[in-house]
């Protein structure tokens, strides 16, 4: 069992950054794929970004690239996602997931297997 904590998220101007983290417990040697996903009011849950446990691989969604960082703690388990040039279309709920699983398709939901409790992110005009 994994449990995973996300924070960080808050209430930021156009052009503006935050960095939110994801905090694993339990059997955290178990996990392989974390993965960042948000959700708007009304929207299907999206794939966000992704890293490997070792952090030598990660993955985008298109409309992120440029603009978030995904990292991991070298001696932690604990996951970031850098989100600089915010815009208002950035503005949902915000989670991390997890998978114990080397994940070919990372933007797939379905495929993790624990999850966050979400995180608000707002971004003002």
């Known amino acids: 069992q994994v449990q995973l904590v996300d924070s960080g998220g808050g209430l930021v101007q156009t052009g503006g950054s935050l960095r939110l983290s994801c905090t694993a417990s339990?059997?955290?040697?178990?996990?392989?794929?974390m993965g960042w996903f948000r959700q708007a009011p009304g929207k299907e849950r999206e794939f966000v970004a992704a890293?490997?446990?070792?952090?030598?691989?990660?993955d985008y969604a298109d409309f992120v690239k440029g603009r978030f960082t995904v990292s991991k703690a070298r001696d932690a388990d604990t996951g970031y996602l850098q989100m600089d040039s915010l815009k208002p279309e950035d503005t949902a709920v915000y989670y991390c997931?997890?998978?114990?699983?080397?994940?070919?398709?990372?933007?797939?939901?379905?495929?993790?297997?624990?999850w966050g409790q979400g995180t608000q992110v707002t971004v003002s005009s």
């Open positions: 997931a997890a998978s114990p699983r080397y994940l070919p398709q990372v933007q797939r939901k379905g495929e993790y297997d624990w």
């Open positions: 890293i490997t446990w070792s952090g030598e691989s990660a």
């Open positions: 339990g059997d955290t040697g178990s996990w392989y794929t």
